[in-house]
């Protein structure tokens, strides 16, 4: 089944300096890449998602890559604000073998943005 | 429009017991979804329901099973608790099977003492 590793586990930047979070994958056959942003206590919200015939969507200080090639996709955070603060998770959805066309997430970065 | 509506928010079981959890779906959504949360694991898929028929299985013990309702609504149960279930089990429905644009509930925190 799908495999899906993300980094860093912990990530720290200053206001408005931008984040990174990167995943990679393994079924190459994986077709849908979404992004959650889960804050204390509260349930993962969906922030953005990607499907494997796009390579960089945006939504205003959001942005993911997709490298079908590489097998990774990564989130950009730009302007970071102090309410980004959350553990974002990355998931994938594969498209062969077992556990075919369900989600697969990543393990979390807890993002701390500093004032 | 609702959200997803998962009952209850907190319980607190004894080793050896059962539990049913409940979770209602965004109305018109057919596809529902349960994860085991831990801080260690992440998010563990259980299984995956489209239309009252089971599409999905994760890697858990046969104690975990689950069903889905003509109306959506689903419940997941967990027979002879053990205190590794210890957790947050959420449901996320989406309005076509296999994940697309999930819509999470807030939980049921179990707690197996």
């Known amino acids: 089944g799908e495999n899906v590793e993300q980094h860093p586990s912990t990530l720290s930047v200053q206001e408005g300096d931008s984040a990174v979070i990167k995943c990679t994958y393994s079924?190459?056959?994986?077709?849908?890449f979404p992004w959650y942003k889960q804050e204390l206590g509260k349930r993962p919200q969906l922030i953005i998602d990607i499907r494997s015939n796009v390579g960089e969507k945006k939504d205003q200080r959001i942005a993911v890559t997709l490298n079908k090639t590489a097998k990774h996709f990564s989130l950009h955070i730009t302007e970071t604000q102090p309410e980004d603060s959350a553990v974002y998770f990355c998931?994938?959805?594969?498209?062969?073998?077992?556990?075919?066309?369900?989600?697969?997430f990543g393990k979390g970065t807890k993002l701390s943005v500093i004032p | 429009k609702a959200g997803v509506t998962q009952t209850p928010r907190y319980l607190i079981k004894t080793r050896g017991q059962q539990v049913t959890l409940s979770c209602s779906p965004i109305s018109g959504h057919r596809s529902v979804s349960w994860y085991q949360q831990t801080p260690g694991q992440g998010l563990q898929f259980l299984f995956e329901?489209?239309?009252?028929?089971?599409?999905n299985k994760g890697n858990f013990p046969g104690r975990f099973s689950g069903r889905q309702f003509s109306n959506s609504r689903s419940e997941m149960n967990v027979s002879t608790l053990e205190l590794g279930d210890s957790a947050l089990y959420l449901c996320a429905s989406s309005s076509n099977a296999g994940g697309d644009g999930y819509t999470f509930g807030s939980g049921t925190r179990l707690t197996v003492v």
């Open positions: 998931a994938a959805k594969g498209n062969s073998g077992a556990g075919s066309y369900q989600l697969t």
């Open positions: 079924d190459s056959a994986s077709n849908y």
């Open positions: 329901y489209f239309s009252e028929t089971q599409r």
